[in-house]
């Protein structure tokens, strides 16, 4: 296994430009492909998981060009898709692959949707389920309730509100809210249980209304999607840098220095760019601009318990921040996480994940079904090797270890490609 051994480091100082956001980046991707029009999209993420769904499109028939760096031309199909029959590989996509079954389950064709082995470990029921509910037809290849799966044609009616599940994964949502408009029916949707994620959600909503499809709703229970709705390019869009990534600079400024992060700001779409507050809540230094966020070192970082539902992704990064709260005694050296059950079902079970490699570097942990409570060592472990389970994040977020003074090595640090393929370069850049 290939190993990337981070030096112990004292400082991180400088400005760090974002990547494009993944959740953007596919949704938008989405969109223009579905969509009445040419859209250019701008500032496009790079990675794996953008690499799959334009993949899928291709396949599909929609026509894509590659205009330039990070920027692409997608002839949209208004709401059609040329391909009815493909084979779709969509690796561990989770951006990719919920949304384009609920699209292609109301694509009237023949597709064969599968991903690599921990994909298929990653449950899909729920939006099984509802679609089932409208008439879609769709077969579990495998396991119950996982892909891979088979969507076949179906005779569809949404005369009747959808149910979907909230609290397992808001991507559910998001892909039936995505999907809907290329029936030409109105519909509602009604969400059974909380809602996690809900930023994310926001996400889709604010995507959608851009390309000319406007969601009513009544809080988070209830949504409403009119008849005739159409996609409609915007002609140019810009993808935002991606804020659950900016979290690791963030932190990297408030535990070791200084560091600017261009790409997001004060008025980000995304939820995750609410992991500042969090990370002040903390302690940290916290400045922002339209479209940066400057992160400065605080002389002690303190403990916080903190429902988390609102930055599930990021709350990650806070995990590993937990690691350099001061104090003199355990209670005031521990940080609790709350209502993250999401991480179960990431790309890896990131609670269980997160609690093995930081008792790795020295913390005592307790995890629950849907908390994690970290209490800081006095002193860190130096010199562990970190496993990352196949998840970019794990790998992202343990690099901040380096920066208490600890050498650390990162097994499998080419799995940031899925979202940030320049990352420890980057980090290296900042780090000394």
Not at 288 to 316: F, Q, S, W
């Amino acid at each position: 296994m290939e190993q990337l051994h981070l030096p112990a480091a004292h400082q991180a100082q400088g400005t760090i430009t974002l990547p494009g956001s993944k959740s953007i980046s596919n949704r938008t991707l989405l969109l223009a492909a579905l969509a009445d029009g040419v859209t250019v999209i701008r500032d496009l993420l790079a990675s794996d998981d953008t690499a799959r769904m334009l993949e899928a499109l291709a396949a599909l028939g929609v026509p894509l060009e590659n205009i330039g760096e990070h920027a692409w031309r997608v002839t949209g199909c208004g709401g059609s898709l040329p391909n009815k029959q493909a084979d779709l590989f969509l690796g561990n996509a989770g951006t990719a692959f919920r949304p384009l079954t609920a699209a292609l389950a109301f694509s009237n064709g023949h597709f064969h949707l599968h991903g690599v082995p921990r994909m298929h470990e990653r449950p899909i029921g729920d939006l099984v389920d509802a679609l089932k509910q409208v008439g879609a037809e769709v077969a579990y290849l495998g396991n119950a309730g996982y892909p891979p799966l088979q969507i076949s044609p179906a005779q569809l009616d949404t005369s009747q509100p959808i149910k979907i599940r909230g609290d397992v994964s808001s991507q559910f949502l998001t892909a039936l809210l995505m999907a809907l408009p290329l029936t030409g029916q109105a519909a509602t949707i009604e969400v059974v249980g909380e809602l996690i994620s809900k930023p994310y959600i926001e996400i889709t909503l604010n995507l959608m209304q851009r390309f000319g499809v406007t969601v009513k709703r009544e809080g988070w229970q209830r949504f409403y999607i009119p008849a005739s709705s159409r996609y409609q390019s915007p002609g140019e869009m810009y993808v935002e840098g991606d804020a659950s990534s900016a979290s690791y600079f963030i932190a990297a400024g408030i535990v070791a220095g200084d560091v600017t992060v261009n790409g997001v700001g004060q008025h980000s779409i995304q939820g995750d760019i609410r992991f500042a507050e969090a990370a002040h809540l903390m302690g940290g230094r916290i400045t922002y601009g339209d479209n940066h966020v400057r992160a400065e070192k605080t002389t002690a970082l303190k403990a916080i318990d903190l429902d988390c539902n609102h930055i599930p992704d990021a709350a990650m990064t806070l995990a590993v921040m937990a690691m350099f709260v001061t104090g003199d005694s355990l209670q005031a050296r521990t940080t609790t996480l709350r209502n993250i059950a999401s991480w179960r079902v990431k790309e890896t079970d990131r609670i269980a994940a997160m609690a093995n490699e930081l008792r790795k570097v020295g913390a005592t942990v307790v995890e629950g079904a849907d908390f994690i409570q970290v209490t800081a060592p006095e002193q860190l472990t130096p010199n562990a090797v970190i496993d990352t389970y196949d998840d970019h994040r794990m790998a992202m977020c343990f690099s901040l270890i380096s920066l208490a003074g600890v050498p650390i090595t990162i097994n499998d640090p080419k799995c940031v490609g899925k979202t940030f393929p320049e990352y420890f370069k980057v980090f290296a850049g900042i780090a000394s």
